[in-house]
């Protein structure tokens, strides 16, 4: 059972969701998705934010990547969080 969102699927070995991208493209750490319940609980609230026009996961790197132009990191930070995720510290 995933344990990071407890939606009873098997933690996922790789597990991608991508969509046509434009404009720049930023990584984010995003910590605590294990599954493809997370990769698109994650990838659906960063696809909300104005100006995203791309989101892929690799998920066994925990990294996000986020096309598109005119979003913020704290916009994303948001769409992450409210996702039940957080970025991981980016030093």
């Avoid at 998705?33 to 925990?62: N, R, W, Y």
Wanted: glycine letters at 16%.
């Amino acid at each position: 059972m995933c344990t990071a969102c407890a939606c009873g699927t098997e933690p996922a070995q790789a597990e991608a969701a991508g969509a046509a991208t434009t404009g720049e493209s930023k990584v984010y750490s995003v910590s605590g998705m294990t599954c493809g319940h997370c990769v698109s609980s994650v990838s659906g609230e960063i696809g909300k934010v104005g100006g995203v026009t791309g989101v892929a996961v690799d998920l066994p790197a925990g990294a996000v990547t986020v096309s598109g132009s005119g979003f913020t990191d704290e916009e994303i930070r948001a769409a992450v969080e409210q996702a039940g995720y957080a970025l991981a510290s980016q030093g």
